[in-house]
């Protein structure tokens, strides 16, 4: 099983994608915290990140996809992934389409995780306070949010018309989005296999 999770920054993505990527038995690939090791340990693409993380802004695409191709390609191999993080825009997505097709491991099923916006500034300032991330300021927020408005929303549409997407309601207590996701997932899981 491939697949991905679309959601705003403090919708919940991380949470549920490591639930799901154990439900299925694959293995969890997280954009942001691959980029927070490489920033962490100092290698040159955490060198060439930094300063766009810091500021809440998007990495250039060229970066991510050279840290995503191995282990992605990997994951394929082990059984499926789920990404989280990744693809942030349309670009992302077609650029990955390209590499993907033909290694058998394009992404099957998009997640769409909604949660309503001053949720996610709550949940974000929240996080900050309790992880000490230099990106979860209410400044930094407020700007990844919008990035997410203007960069990432438009994906919604770009794999409504192209793959399967999966809708759920984030709001809701972490336990209740993680079980409708999965009853959600199984039933496309059995279609895949059909
Ligand atoms: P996240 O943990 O997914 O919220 O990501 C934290 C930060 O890492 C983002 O604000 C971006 O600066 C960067 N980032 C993560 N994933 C991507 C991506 N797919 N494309 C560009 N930048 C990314």
């Keep these: 099983m491939r697949l991905l999770l679309i959601g705003a920054p403090g919708a919940g ?11 299925f ?7 942001g915290d691959l980029l927070r ?11 060439r990140a930094k300063d766009y993380m810091d500021r809440g802004d998007l990495v250039p ?3 991510v996809m050279d840290m995503l191709r191995k282990p992605v390609i990997k ?4 059984g499926g992934y789920v990404l989280d993080g990744f693809p942030r825009t349309v670009e ?6 390209r590499v993907a097709k033909g290694l058998g491991a394009s992404v099957q099923v998009a997640v769409l995780l909604e949660v309503d916006s001053a949720t996610l500034v709550a949940r974000l300032v929240a996080r900050g306070e309790e992880a000490g991330r230099s990106d979860d300021t209410q400044e930094v927020i407020e700007h990844r949010i919008a990035v997410y408005e203007e960069r990432t929303q438009p994906l919604i549409d ?7 997407l999966v809708t759920v309601n ?14 959600q997932l199984e039933r496309v899981r059995r279609l895949l296999t059909d």
């Design 92 to 97: 992302q997505a077609q650029a990955a389409y």
């Design 158 to 164: 770009y794999y409504r018309q192209r793959e399967r």
């Design 75 to 78: 994951a394929t191999k082990a």
């Design 13 to 23: 993505k991380g949470t549920q994608a490591t639930r799901i990527a154990e439900h």
């Design 37 to 47: 090791h490489h920033v962490a340990r100092g290698t040159s693409i955490g060198r």
């Design 170 to 183: 984030g709001d809701r207590p972490v336990d209740e989005v993680t079980w409708s996701v999965i009853v």
């Design 61 to 63: 695409d060229a970066l």
């Design 25 to 31: 038995g694959v293995a969890h690939i997280s954009s």
